[in-house]
């Protein structure tokens, strides 16, 4: 899936009083995504969330563009990924989880600067920078020209990827990048992914996170696995 839908929403303030107290007794926990343009908006925001009781975690999308640097993302180098993270930890005391962007030279030195400066866990992979063209108008498919690719396509990297900051840092990483169906899940764990997210096959089929759960208790059943602990990191090189 090609997209350029960004992240546009009603923002923390509609959030608090019209969604949060809809959600706040559910039997579950409930992690928030947070994304600024500025340090100063990712402060502002994670004080606000540091406040709500039932809110034990927030991701940090440090893949968008920071407008103080010319639209560079703040994920894509190490010095402006430990600004913002330095400056949220100081004032976020909850779990915090950063997610990496894949479009970088070398994440694992990304994930070991955001490691350096507080972070408790990485997700990883956000999207990939695609683009798509119609070769009648020769014009851009997208009106952004260029979108985020996500789905089965980009799988061989995401776990390469967390196969690598596996093995560079020693915070849990949340692994995901066109998860599908449950052996996707668990070869992500035998990479290195203590948990995964499932993003674009949800489109396809709302049930997935269900199967791969019902599914991941017969793998373990088959190979007389004890605990789902046994598969992180597991791979044998």
């Not at 992690?31 to 343009?37: F, R």
């Not at 180098?77 to 004032?91: I, L």
């Not at 507080?118 to 798509?132: C, H, K, R």
């Not at 990048?177 to 709302?206: L, W, Y």
Request: charged letters at 15%; glycine letters at 8%.
């Amino acid at each position: 899936m090609l997209n350029a839908v960004g992240l546009q929403n009603k923002g923390v303030d509609n959030f608090i009083s019209n969604i949060y107290p809809r959600i706040k007794d559910l039997d579950t926990h409930i992690v928030v995504n947070v994304n600024g343009s500025t340090i100063e908006e990712y402060v502002a925001l994670t004080e606000r969330l540091n406040e709500l009781d039932r809110i034990p975690a927030i991701e940090l999308n440090i893949s968008c563009p920071n407008v103080k640097e010319g639209g560079m993302a703040f994920g894509i180098s190490c010095p402006s990924a430990e600004a913002v993270v330095r400056a949220v930890r100081r004032v976020y005391s909850k779990t915090l989880i950063v997610k990496l962007s894949p479009n970088v030279t070398n994440i694992a030195e990304i994930a070991r600067a955001v490691e350096g400066q507080g972070a408790d866990s990485v997700s990883l992979i956000n999207t990939l920078l695609g683009m798509a063209v119609n070769a009648e108008t020769r014009k851009p498919v997208l009106s952004t020209i260029t979108g985020g690719l996500s789905g089965p396509a980009i799988k061989p990297i995401a776990l390469r990827m967390v196969w690598q900051v596996y093995n560079a840092v020693k915070i849990p990483i949340i692994g995901m990048g066109g998860i599908m169906n449950v052996n996707d899940a668990i070869e992500f764990m035998i990479a290195g992914a203590s948990a995964i997210q499932v993003g674009t096959a949800i489109f396809i089929d709302p049930t997935i996170p269900v199967q791969i759960v019902d599914g991941l208790s017969v793998y373990m059943e088959r190979h007389k696995i004890q605990s789902v602990n046994e598969l992180i990191g597991s791979l044998q090189c």
